[in-house]
């Protein structure tokens, strides 16, 4: 996708060294596209952990080429396996992190430690072009659920929650890919972008994202999503997740659930993007399963952003002495999914859907 004209993948290669590791600063996003130079599995981790990379694809992919960073200061087994269990450590929920460090190990574990970096750039590069081929095919078995809509005339209008664009992934996203097939296909094609509070990566993010590529948006508040589709102003919600279980139950940026119930009262269909990599096939019951990450407190009790003298600046939102919890994402259980849209086609959110395209897991 691109900014300002410029392609970009959310990570990729230093094109001087060809070894270090660049990516886009997301906590700095909209504001200030900052680019990012990793040279230490130290600094991945530190870029995972306070989410200047987040989402699920993309999570997994800078953890592969952080474990490849570790390579080239100690390729022994017993550093090996230490950083990629500290790598694994830097966020709970989202499956891909330690989906993509076990296919790394299971390449890396056989081979001599002298074989071993050059092996690992060439996996990890393998896991983010696979990422971005699975988004693109993700946007391909979407568009029809947008076209359905589509008429002479006639707006077709998506609510999505959180940013599961391509600054979520490697490039494409999940959710959005199938909106930015659709734009590009001339659908007049609006989205209404959850602010999703409270880091807002839906008012920074997700609108940053298609304001760059041209797609009509309007960003509303995080309560709103219910009235609008009460009035029959959402078509369809589309969001992507950080973690599906073999029956359906999708994990998501917190509030999800609550967008679930709202669409299903009002009858609007509600679809989650997901790749097989977030997948989680050891997981029936996302409830209770799926450890949900507990983020500081700060990030409710106060807001970042651009005040009026055009300075980015961070203030406080509650009194002082006021405790907050801040629980990272719920989890949506599967009778109130749609379905799921996948690299291989879309699918009822069941156990019998997800093997009817999976075969191979039983």
Not at 193 to 212: C, I, K, M, W, Y
Not at 216 to 228: E, P
Not at 247 to 267: P, Q
Request: net charge negative.
């Amino acid at each position: 996708m691109k900014i300002d004209g410029t392609p970009y993948r959310s990570v990729w290669l230093d094109e001087q060294d060809g070894w270090s590791v660049r990516i886009l600063d997301q906590t700095k996003l909209p504001w200030t596209v900052d680019i990012l130079r990793l040279t230490t599995v130290a600094a991945a981790a530190h870029a995972i952990r306070s989410m200047q990379v987040r989402g699920a694809p993309l999570i997994g992919a800078v953890a592969a080429y952080g474990l490849c960073l570790a390579l080239r200061a100690d390729a022994s087994p017993e550093a090996m396996e230490r950083d990629a269990a500290m790598l694994g450590a830097t966020r709970p929920t989202a499956v891909n992190l330690q989906w993509a460090l076990d296919r790394m190990l299971a390449v890396l574990r056989p081979v001599a430690s002298a074989d071993r970096v050059a092996l690992a750039y060439r996996e990890a590069a393998a896991i983010a072009d696979e990422d971005v081929a699975m988004c693109a095919a993700i946007g391909r078995h979407g568009l029809g659920l947008i076209t359905d809509f589509a008429q002479p005339g006639r707006r077709v209008n998506v609510l999505t929650h959180c940013n599961a664009g391509w600054l979520a992934t490697v490039d494409w996203g999940t959710a959005l890919a199938p909106i930015y097939l659709a734009h590009d296909q001339g659908i007049d094609v609006h989205v209404w972008v959850d602010e999703t509070r409270p880091r807002n990566q839906g008012a920074l993010l997700t609108a940053f994202e298609l304001g760059s590529h041209g797609v009509q948006h309007t960003v509303i508040a995080d309560n709103a999503g219910g009235h609008l589709m009460q009035h029959g102003m959402v078509d369809l919600v589309i969001v992507g997740t950080d973690r599906v279980t073999r029956i359906g139950d999708v994990a998501n940026k917190i509030g999800t659930y609550l967008k679930a119930l709202a669409a299903r009262d009002n009858m609007v269909p509600f679809w989650v993007a997901v790749p097989s990599s977030t997948i989680d096939w050891s997981v029936s019951d996302g409830v209770r399963e799926i450890p949900i990450e507990e983020r500081a407190a700060t990030e409710v009790t106060t807001l970042t952003g651009r005040g009026m003298d055009g300075a980015v600046t961070t203030i406080r939102v509650t009194p002082s002495d006021s405790p907050a919890a801040n629980p990272a994402f719920d989890v949506t259980p599967a009778r109130l999914v749609t379905g799921l849209i996948t690299e291989r086609g879309r699918c009822a959110a069941t156990a019998e859907g997800l093997r009817g395209l999976f075969p191979e897991r039983g």
